[in-house]
């Protein structure tokens, strides 16, 4: 089955502003977690997001379209980055996201969806 | 981590280390069986004592570590059974602790390579092409017989006994559970390949009613493929291979009509090709041809690219495809190569020269027709075939084959 794996946002990674040394441990330590995924035959796509300040949102009412730029404010329910893996259930999905390092300074989620 | 963790959590954890674990105790206690028992051995211990405190920093490390124990334990074992008591004592003072030391060091190596040096062993050319197929979904898969047996639509018994004579062979042969290397690699790369393909090729003729377990032995297939992409960043034929399957299977929910039916390549509804797959099978392929791909896997990738990338049957770059089925068949030439040849240059060029000058159509119809038995048919086919060839060689071939349907 396939699953998003979704990095939320967190204040530290909406305004960027994380300390370089903290950053560059943070991604040596994911890169090593990523090649595990891959050598596990279950990453299928990685990818970072950028602050939602570069972002921009399309409100639907009816026919009409209003475009919102970012920044947005409800920080936890955005996403900072995410992955697509093929794992077999749940459970595995599950056993993968608690190996992977902390992605954010402070307390944070990551979140699994089975695709449909 | 916390305490408390479930059953189910500890099994999932122990699924994500079975292979890896399997792999490195297979190489020291060299017997693919004990090794599959000293890990499930590790996962009843975790199951005891995970719930009570909490899930180890690194679960793999300590499964690995706790079924090193057990296996040091039995070697104790055997020397008490095998010894007097006296020698026993001496025994423990000094070469126990050597043992020790040779496991410990053979734990060490590198995980993903005793991971490769387990799969090549499974799919030893000592073995059958179905019994390693049987023995890589156990031991790297981790499915159960019961599993293997209806994905390969046999019983269970069939089954089992396949693995359990799939595991004393290996043992027999002495296999060294090491990756290959020198000239020998690549012999065992191409059974390893054959075993992988043969898995994805026996999922994807699931049909329509067929247990579900059928068409999941694709991604068993793809995910072998991708692990070995991930263990042998060098091999253009690993990297073909991925691609193939992983371009097939972008294809299958489009393959089968509302009906059950399967609907051919040139009747798909492309709209609901899996883009992500494509894009994935590009991608390998690109590897592939970058590490010099020119084998049959990477030409067959290269091929299935061609109609990944065709917005229609009808804009289908069919020249390539004329001249990737002339490459194909210098190097793995069959009948149904030079049929799916012929097709191509019919689609390139037009009917009439797929049926003018062609040999290779008629040679292809007299083959099918001297496996069906009918052979007067057959020697004319395979006759009218060595006129329309040009090269001598053929032509005798061709002409051997015409005499050998009397």
């Known amino acids: 089955m396939r699953v998003m794996v979704l990095v939320k946002a967190t204040e530290d990674s909406e305004t960027g502003a994380m300390d370089p040394a903290w950053t560059a441990e943070m991604m040596a330590a994911m890169g090593r977690f990523n090649d595990e995924l891959r050598n596990a035959g279950i990453l299928l796509m990685a990818d970072g997001l950028t602050p939602s300040a570069q972002g921009k949102r399309i409100a639907f009412d009816g026919p009409g379209r209003t475009v919102i730029d970012g920044p947005f404010a409800e920080t936890r329910e955005l996403v900072a980055g995410f992955w697509l893996w093929d794992v077999k259930d749940m459970d595995e999905a599950v056993a993968w996201v608690k190996r992977c390092p902390n992605p954010m300074p402070g307390p944070s989620e990551i979140e699994i969806r089975p695709l449909n | ?406």
């Open chain 2, 1 to 406: 981590m916390t305490a408390g963790d479930t059953h189910q959590a500890i099994e999932a954890i122990f699924r994500i280390e079975r292979a890896r674990l399997i792999a490195g105790l297979a190489r020291v206690v060299r017997d693919v069986d004990r090794a599959e028992e000293l890990a499930q051995d590790a996962l009843v211990i975790a199951l005891s004592e995970w719930p009570r405190t909490g899930a180890p920093a690194n679960p793999g490390a300590w499964l690995m570590t706790t079924a090193k124990r057990r296996a040091i334990d039995a070697i104790r074992r055997d020397r008490m059974r095998e010894r007097k008591h006296e020698e026993i004592a001496r025994e423990l003072d000094g070469g126990l602790d050597g043992a020790a030391e040779v496991i410990d060091a053979a734990m060490d190596d590198d995980l993903g390579d005793e991971l490769l040096g387990l799969i090549f062993t499974a799919c030893h050319p000592v073995l059958s092409a179905d019994a390693r197929a049987a023995l890589t979904l156990r031991v790297i898969g981790g499915l159960t017989t019961d599993e293997i047996a209806r994905a390969f639509l046999s019983s269970e018994a069939t089954i089992a006994q396949r693995i359990v004579r799939a595991k004393k062979t290996i043992g027999k042969a002495a296999l060294s559970f090491e990756t290959p290397r020198g000239g020998e690699r690549a012999a065992r790369l191409a059974s390893v390949l054959e075993v992988v393909y043969l898995i994805f090729n026996e999922g994807y003729a699931a049909t329509a009613g067929d247990d579900p377990i059928r068409p999941g032995l694709c991604l068993e297939a793809q995910r072998l493929g991708r692990i070995l992409a991930g263990l042998t960043p060098e091999d253009a034929e690993v990297f073909g291979l991925l691609a193939l399957m992983e371009i097939q299977a972008s294809r299958l929910s489009a393959r089968i009509g509302p009906d059950g039916a399967l609907v051919p390549l040139s009747e798909q509804t492309r709209a609901r090709w899996d883009q992500l797959l494509i894009r994935r099978g590009l991608d390998a392929l690109a590897r592939a041809e970058a590490l010099g791909g020119d084998g049959p896997y990477a030409l067959q990738a290269a091929l299935a690219a061609c109609h990944a990338r065709a917005p229609s049957w009808a804009d289908t770059d069919w020249p390539r495809i004329a001249a990737l089925y002339d490459r194909l068949r210098a190097v793995t030439p069959s009948p149904v190569v030079d049929l799916n040849r012929a097709i191509a240059h019919s689609m390139a060029f037009g009917p009439e020269a797929g049926l003018r000058n062609y040999a290779p159509l008629p040679a292809a119809r007299g083959d099918f027709l001297f496996r069906a038995g009918r052979r007067a048919e057959a020697r004319r086919e395979f006759e009218a075939a060595a006129k329309l060839t040009r090269n001598a060689r053929e032509a005798a071939f061709l002409l051997a084959r015409a005499g050998a349907c009397d």
